[in-house]
Structures are given as structure tokens and as C-alpha cells.
């Protein structure tokens, strides 16, 4: 028996019937997840139905073939514990612990059932290591600088860290109850405020979701008008990551130019869409703003001149020796802990990793139009560094190229209700990385439950195990150098 | 070396003439949103059916009322009238001192009186500021980052973020106020010396923005601590953040932008 056969399958933006997704036991379930997972699947999604959080409920799974392009589905019957997938596949650690957390389901023989976001409220302790001359550092949750709260708690023994444990969910402020029982005219609004530095990324996520449940499809015009904005999104973020990380290492000049050209595309963005983030652009059919004549003559010349700028502060910055020694060896993440936990985006990508939803599950105009895969595979601030600038170049080609091959047609296309008792599954590739929205509806076509993971929620004890070893003061680099989201994590 | 000089030569002076120019704010900027009640249709809702937050409500005063507290500057209400009764300006001042006078329903404008003058002997040309996020998406952050950058250069008023709330004259808060922050919160706030300044920024700093209705959070800043400046948005564009700031420190002798409606009355 082939490992999909107990699978349901679908491309990225598509929906199916529920009934068509199969419910297994829960020991074939959990086999399932691993044969699958040892046949290089990756664990996109785990989650539990259910809207009141009480036991028992039924475990979702969304697998991916970043190779195939496909996701593969299933889902448990219903149980109120369960054999941990966690000792066996560590992908699945957060994901049991937000179900452990939301629904009271066990997941028994995990190793460290805490919460994720009430770990506060209930005053959970943190994990403490004891001996002679080993000491505890707390940051957080309010830092020095103008920054998202987080805690982290450093197990040390001089400068050097045996331990972080992060501790998130300051942030949280009931995102995904609001995506399912809100308004349905605000979902668009909470969706492109689930993380604001991802807010284009987020909403088509959100829309790509919407017109899949109604089974509508944006105008091409539409569809090439989102990965402008989108990879405009990317450029304003790796520019101003690059800037944080110069600032970080004292490198100055490169921090103000690097901030300087990441205010050209957030104003590039306000120019499209009237938000420096893009807020208000995308809306289920399509886009509410469309590329005026003169516009695009602004954006090529914006587009012309950054490539330059780019290539000049690029080569002062990465052309310092000092600079590359500081980068070098810190932070380190080998192949290995990215395939373990499943990581997402530039930091999978840093290590070596071929992964990017606009190569692996293309959607949209990267169907049609491909864009080149960075990799590195040193695993360092260096590399995370690097593919940022690297990845940078090429949005700018391929933005260039989009805005000059702009397809005719409307921007915007009507979108129908949601269908009733359908799951539809979207993945675009963020800035960070992959950002994923899964929802089903109920008979009356409104949310039986929605789900969000943004790429942080994968990536955050990637940062925790890069600290491993490394000296204290290594860590706001390092942090900058994988700049997560805690409320994209917190929702 | 060499090559950083060559660099600093060609990056040239890149610092903002706002605010003794115009910013230059583009065609599709959303700033203050005007009501025009005389062009509502009798019995029409549109606007308020279409507004994601219930920014738009029936007022007292007149036919409409906007509150820039709950609005997102998104493009809902003026999608939806069929009249033209709502529309944005590219007025980028929206500050204002109290929740009431951030209640649009004309085109008059209510912004930020500057403080009193003990207050601005003692902050008009030196002010500390601590930065707390209480569940903001990043956005407002990201713009308060932006005021420190080379365009907007927040040094050059005396205006300054720090790292603790010891050394700081006042907290800016953006986020609705989570749960799980509002301890941190307060702790945050009485750690800074009185007389000390709230300013809230965004929509979710005032009133939750787009997570109003959400059990998660309480609200805005206003719930946990007096605020003094209100700073509307979703996020607020630095200029309009800059704005109020300048005007809540006497720092605006005049309203030198040009460009807009200067129909300026007292808040």
C-alpha cells in the first residue's frame, strides 16, 4: 500500500468536499503522518476541529510534496488522547502543544507539554538548569528597543548559552475566533492584520482561501497585480532586515542606506495601494487598485535605480571583511534541525534547504512566471543574510519583468459566497516564508473553523536552537537575523 | 574604506523638508476622511453596513459620525456610498487629545492642542519616549522604527526613543492591549517618572481596531492608563505621527502645510 493511499490530495488553493478527506483511527492516522513524513513529506499543518475546546475532537493533518506540488489530507476519528507524534516526528511539536492547549486532547508521551499562549495566565514554570556557576538570564517581555514582546530565558554558564526557552503569547488577541466568528466583512481587515509586515502576504493567503471555498478564480490581471505587490512586500522587508542586521554588528552606514531604500518600497506600496503596507489592496476576486499608466512608469524607474543601490550597498556591506567575520559561525542551524522541525523561508533556505511555495505549490502569476530558489547552506547569520540579498535581486528582476508584461483585463472580479461543508487549503510564500490558511465551512457556507500559520510558528525554535552553544551576546544578531514574528506566531 | 566613502558620497542628503514643506504624500494616500451628510440619500446605510470596525455610526450631531479611532483608512465605506458622502483627503493630521475629537462628521477638524506651558517647558525640546507594543501587528512599530531613519530624523526635534521606562518622559503604546501585556503594561507605566505622557498609536491603540469584539485584549491603551495624544491609523503614516507629535509640543507655530483645508478649530 502506497503512504498516500490513506490521503486525500489537493493543489495549493483548492478546496474539496469534507466527506471527501478520510477519517481513519487514530493509530493509522499517526502512521500514516510518519511513513509519509519518512518519505521527505513535510508536516504543513496539525490541527483539531472543534469550536468550544472540549475533548474529544478529530486531528487534521496537512502534509506537503514540496517535490510533487501536492498536499495530502487526512483526518482521525474522534479521540480524546493519543500517542504523541512529537518523540517520533518533531514537527509536530508545537502543533500538539497548541492542540493539548486549545482542546484539552493529549498527546500523550510529548516531552514538553507547555502552552503556547496561556503559559502566562497560568503561571507554567520555565525550564531551569542547576549547577555550580550556571546562571539565568531573563529578557523580556518588553525590550530595549521599539520591538513585539516575547520572553526568553537563558540557561548560562559564563557567556555561553546551554539553553533559550521563548516564551511567546504576549501578542495573542484572538485572531483566529474573529476569522470564524467575526463579521464576515472583517476577515479581510484581521487577515491583514495578523502579522502587519506581512500584510499582502497574509491577505491573499486569506483570499486565495475565500475564492477557493467559492470557486471563483481572479482575472490574470488580478493575479499579476498580487505578486507585484507581494514581492514589493519582500524587497521593503529583506532591504530593512539587512539594515537591523548592520545595526546590530555597529555597521552604520549600511544601516541608514539599507533604511532608506526599504521607505522606497513601502512608499512604492503606498503609492499602489495608499498603505505603506499594503493594507487595503487585496480583496476577495481580486485587487481594489490597479496600475495606472504613470505608475508604472514610477515603479520601473524606482525599480531601475534600486538595482543599482542595491549593488552598491550590498557590495560596501558584504565586501567588509569585519563584517563577514562578525556574520560567519554565528547563529549556526544545520540541514539536519531544518529538516527535523520543518522550517519555512529564508531561514530553511539558509541551510541548504530547496523550499519556496512559489516554486514548490506555484500560485498566481508564479505559474507562469518563475522565480529563481536562493539557497546557501552554511546555516549562519552570513547565510541568512546573504539569501536576503540575494532573493532581493531577484524579486527586482522579476518585478521589472511583471510590471512591463502587465496582462489586460480588470483587476477585479466578483467573489461568491463560501460553499457549505468544503476545506479549502492556501499557501503563499511570504517574505519569512510559508503562510498558510486552512478553513471549513459548515452547512450555511459560514467558518466550522479557521486556521492560520504564519512562518514564525515553525521557525521560532530554530532561533532557540541556534543560541546553543553561541555566546549571549550573540543574541539580538541572531534574533534580528531570523526577525520572526511574535504576533504572527501569538495570532 | 574608500568604499564607504565613496557611498556616503553618492547617497547624498535624504532628510525629509517636512514640516516646513509639504510631505508630498502620493494620489492615493488615505489621510483624514471628510462626510459630506448633505449628499446622503434619505433611510441610506451603506457606509455603515460597509465598515468593517462600526467606525460609521448614526451621530448625535449630524446624519454620520466617523470615529478615526475605529476607522482603518481601508476603502470599504467609499467603495460601498453610491453618493460620495465619504471620501478621503490627503490631510495627513489626524491627532487629537481626547477620543471626542476624533469624531469626524463634517469637514471640520479637531486636532491636538499643544501641552500647557509648564509641560512644554519641560518636554518642548527634550522628549524621551518608551515604546510598548501591547499586541500590535508590527505595522505601528514599524513606522515608529521608521521615524528614527535618516528621512524622518525624530533627533533633530529633541525626540528620542530609550530603552527603559526610567529614563523616559512618557510611553507610546500601539496594539489593542492583550491580556497577556497589560501587566507588563502598567508595570511599564508606573516605572516612568511623573509628569509622564501616554500617546496611543493606530486604531488598535485607540480602540482595538481590528480586533474590537476579541475577549483576548481589553481595548487600547485608554483601558489601562490615561492617554493624552491620540494617533489614528492603521498604521499612521510617520508624517501624521510626527504631526501630532510636533503639534502636542507647541512645536508648530503655524500650520505651515500646503495643500489642504486649513480649517483648523480648537480641540
Given at each position: 500500500m502506497s503512504p498516500t493511499s490513506r490521503f486525500a490530495s489537493i493543489r495549493n488553493g483548492e478546496a474539496l468536499d469534507f466527506s471527501k478527506i478520510p477519517v481513519v483511527p487514530i493509530e493509522d492516522f499517526r502512521s500514516a503522518i510518519l511513513k509519509l513524513a519518512a518519505a521527505?513529506?513535510?508536516?504543513c499543518a496539525l490541527l483539531c476541529d472543534g469550536?468550544?475546546?472540549?475533548?474529544?475532537g478529530s486531528l487534521l493533518a496537512v502534509l506537503a510534496d514540496d517535490i510533487g506540488g501536492k498536499l495530502f489530507l487526512a483526518a482521525s476519528q474522534p479521540?480524546?488522547?493519543?500517542?504523541?507524534?512529537t518523540p517520533d516526528l518533531a514537527q509536530a511539536h508545537l502543533f500538539e502543544r497548541e492542540i493539548y492547549e486549545g482542546s484539552g486532547i493529549r498527546p500523550d508521551g510529548h516531552p514538553w507539554l507547555k502552552p503556547v499562549r496561556r503559559a502566562l495566565a497560568d503561571k507554567v514554570a520555565f525550564f531551569s538548569e542547576q549547577g555550580d556557576e550556571v546562571h539565568e538570564v531573563a529578557v523580556g517581555?518588553?525590550?530595549?528597543?521599539?520591538i513585539e514582546p516575547g520572553h526568553f530565558r537563558f540557561q548560562c554558564h559564563g557567556e555561553m548559552v546551554h539553553h533559550l526557552e521563548i516564551q511567546l503569547g504576549?501578542?495573542?488577541?484572538g485572531a483566529e475566533r474573529l476569522l470564524r466568528e467575526?463579521?464576515?466583512?472583517r476577515s479581510l481587515a484581521v487577515a491583514e492584520s495578523i502579522c502587519g509586515d506581512t500584510a499582502v502576504a497574509h491577505a491573499w493567503a486569506h483570499c486565495a482561501m475565500r475564492e477557493a471555498l467559492a470557486g471563483v478564480s481572479p482575472t490574470l490581471r488580478a493575479e499579476a497585480l498580487r505578486a507585484i505587490v507581494l514581492e514589493v512586500e519582500r524587497l521593503a522587508n529583506h532591504i530593512g532586515d539587512l539594515g537591523a542586521i548592520s545595526n546590530d554588528i555597529g555597521f552604520l552606514p549600511a544601516t541608514a542606506y539599507f533604511g532608506r531604500m526599504r521607505g522606497d518600497f513601502l512608499n512604492m506600496l503606498m503609492t499602489i495601494s495608499g498603505n505603506r503596507y499594503g493594507?487595503?489592496?487585496?480583496?476577495?476576486?481580486?485587487?481594489a487598485f490597479d496600475l495606472t499608466a504613470g505608475m508604472r512608469t514610477e515603479i520601473l524607474e524606482t525599480i531601475n535605480r534600486s538595482i543599482r543601490h542595491l549593488r552598491e550597498v550590498g557590495g560596501m556591506f558584504f565586501g567588509e571583511p569585519s563584517v563577514i567575520s562578525r556574520l560567519e559561525d554565528t547563529g549556526t542551524v544545520s540541514r539536519k534541525i531544518c529538516d527535523d522541525l520543518g522550517l519555512v523561508g529564508v531561514c530553511a533556505r539558509a541551510t541548504?534547504?530547496?523550499?519556496?511555495v512559489r516554486q514548490d505549490h506555484p500560485y498566481g502569476l508564479y505559474r507562469f512566471r518563475h522565480i529563481p530558489v536562493v539557497r546557501l547552506d552554511s546555516g549562519d547569520v552570513f547565510a541568512r543574510a546573504m539569501v536576503r540579498f540575494l532573493e532581493a535581486q531577484r524579486s527586482l528582476e522579476f518585478l521589472g519583468d511583471a510590471v512591463d508584461h502587465l496582462p489586460e483585463g480588470s483587476a477585479t472580479s466578483p467573489c461568491a459566497a463560501p460553499a457549505a461543508n468544503r476545506l479549502a487549503v492556501a499557501l503563499v510564500e511570504g517574505w519569512r516564508g510559508e503562510v498558510c490558511h486552512i478553513a471549513k465551512t459548515g452547512r450555511d457556507g459560514s467558518y466550522d473553523w479557521y486556521k492560520v500559520i504564519d512562518p514564525s510558528f515553525h521557525n521560532w525554535m530554530a532561533l532557540a536552537l541556534a543560541?546553543?552553544?553561541?555566546?549571549?551576546?550573540d543574541f539580538p544578531l541572531c534574533n534580528k537575523s531570523f526577525n520572526l514574528s511574535y504576533a504572527g506566531h501569538d495570532l | 574604506m574608500i568604499e564607504i566613502i565613496k557611498n556616503r558620497i553618492k547617497q547624498g542628503y535624504r532628510t525629509s523638508k517636512f514640516p516646513d514643506e509639504d510631505?508630498?504624500?502620493?494620489?492615493r494616500f488615505r489621510g483624514r476622511p471628510v462626510i459630506k451628510p448633505e449628499l446622503c440619500a434619505a433611510g441610506c446605510t451603506a457606509c455603515i453596513d460597509a465598515c468593517p470596525t462600526t467606525a460609521i455610526e448614526k451621530g448625535k450631531k449630524g446624519p454620520l459620525a466617523l470615529d478615526l479611532g475605529r476607522?482603518?483608512?481601508?476603502t470599504e465605506c467609499t467603495t460601498a456610498c453610491p453618493d460620495g458622502a465619504v471620501t478621503f483627503t490627503k490631510d495627513h493630521r489626524l491627532a487629537a487629545n481626547s477620543r471626542e475629537n476624533l469624531?469626524?462628521?463634517?469637514?471640520?477638524v479637531k486636532l491636538a492642542q499643544s501641552l500647557g506651558d509648564e509641560m512644554r517647558r519641560l518636554f518642548g525640546r527634550s522628549l524621551k519616549l518608551r515604546q510598548v507594543s501591547?499586541?500590535?501587528?508590527s505595522a505601528c512599530e514599524a513606522e515608529l522604527t521608521a521615524l528614527s531613519n535618516v528621512v524622518f530624523d525624530?533627533?533633530?526635534?529633541?525626540i528620542q526613543f530609550v530603552a527603559s521606562p526610567r529614563h523616559a518622559d512618557g510611553l507610546v503604546i500601539t496594539g489593542p492591549v492583550t491580556r497577556n501585556m497589560s501587566e507588563a503594561l502598567r508595570i511599564a507605566y508606573e516605572a516612568v517618572p511623573p509628569p509622564r505622557l501616554v500617546i496611543a498609536v493606530g486604531a488598535c491603540g485607540i480602540?482595538?481596531?481590528?480586533?474590537?469584539?476579541?475577549?483576548?485584549?481589553?481595548?487600547?491603551a485608554a483601558s489601562v492608563v490615561p492617554v493624552d495624544l491620540f494617533i489614528p491609523g492603521c498604521p499612521p503614516h510617520p508624517v501624521t505621527i510626527l504631526d501630532g507629535l510636533l503639534r502636542f509640543l507647541g512645536?508648530?507655530?503655524?500650520?505651515?502645510?500646503?495643500?489642504?483645508?486649513?480649517s483648523v478649530v480648537p480641540g
Open positions: 521527505n513529506h513535510r508536516l469550536k468550544d475546546g472540549r475533548p474529544p479521540v480524546t488522547s493519543y500517542p504523541s507524534l517581555p518588553i525590550h530595549a528597543g521599539i504576549y501578542q495573542h488577541r467575526g463579521p464576515p466583512h493594507k487595503g489592496m487585496l480583496r476577495p476576486g481580486g485587487v541548504g534547504a530547496d523550499r519556496d543560541l546553543r552553544g553561541g555566546e549571549i551576546s | 510631505p508630498g504624500l502620493p494620489e476607522c482603518l483608512f481601508c469624531l469626524v462628521t463634517g469637514t471640520e501591547a499586541g500590535g501587528c525624530l533627533g533633530r526635534f529633541g480602540s482595538g481596531g481590528p480586533f474590537i469584539g476579541s475577549e483576548d485584549h481589553l481595548g487600547g512645536r508648530l507655530k503655524e500650520d505651515r502645510v500646503r495643500g489642504h483645508d486649513r
